[in-house]
């Protein structure tokens, strides 16, 4: 029976099939980092959900840019609103590799897939050479000239 509702719905000319995001979540603030270097345009997810879409437009090969979230979710205390307890997590979105989606009436984010990576992770903890950050280190994203050179994993991004 599900197989036929997937058919039917594969048949409806509006939808459009993409690989599942990395994340969907509730958030309380999205910081992006270096305004002007993000490409964005408003959006809606099917039609109902207001949203602003943005990528990285650099080109592949170059860096990462950074967007910061908060969200009570990913707090140690619920009702504890302290940064140094519930430090906000920051992502790293890589040029041709997906769009972060902020959905304004309904708080919620749409992170873009980030399987591609394999075991290196979308946050800000690595240094120019690819090896983690000490931790007296300020972290970057992992270099992008290194990114460029994982494997597609035919993700696909909408």
């Known amino acids: 029976m599900a197989s036929a509702r997937i058919r039917s719905a594969k ?3 509006d939808v459009v099939e993409f ?3 990395h994340e969907v979540h509730q958030f309380e603030q999205v ?12 959006d809606s ?13 650099r080109d592949e090969g170059e860096d990462a840019l950074i967007v910061e979230v908060k969200a009570m979710y990913k707090r140690e205390e619920l009702n504890i609103k302290d ?9 790293c979105i890589f040029p ?15 992170e873009p897939d980030s399987d591609w990576l394999g ?6 903890i690595y240094n120019s050479t ?3 950050a000490l931790p007296d280190q300020d972290g970057i994203c992992y270099p992008g000239h290194m990114a460029a050179d994982l494997p597609d994993n035919g993700a696909t991004f909408v």
């Open 83 to 91: 940064e140094t307890v519930n430090k906000p997590r920051k992502h």
């Open 130 to 132: 690819g090896m983690e």
């Open 31 to 42: 910081k992006y980092y270096d305004e002007p270097e993000w490409a964005c345009s408003m």
């Open 45 to 57: 997810v099917a039609g109902h959900v207001g949203c602003i879409k943005c990528w990285n437009p």
């Open 119 to 124: 075991e290196l992770k979308d946050k800000p």
């Open 11 to 13: 048949e409806k000319k």
């Open 96 to 110: 041709g590799r997906g769009y972060f989606w902020t959905c304004f009436n309904s708080n919620l984010v749409i």
């Open 19 to 21: 690989t599942a995001p």
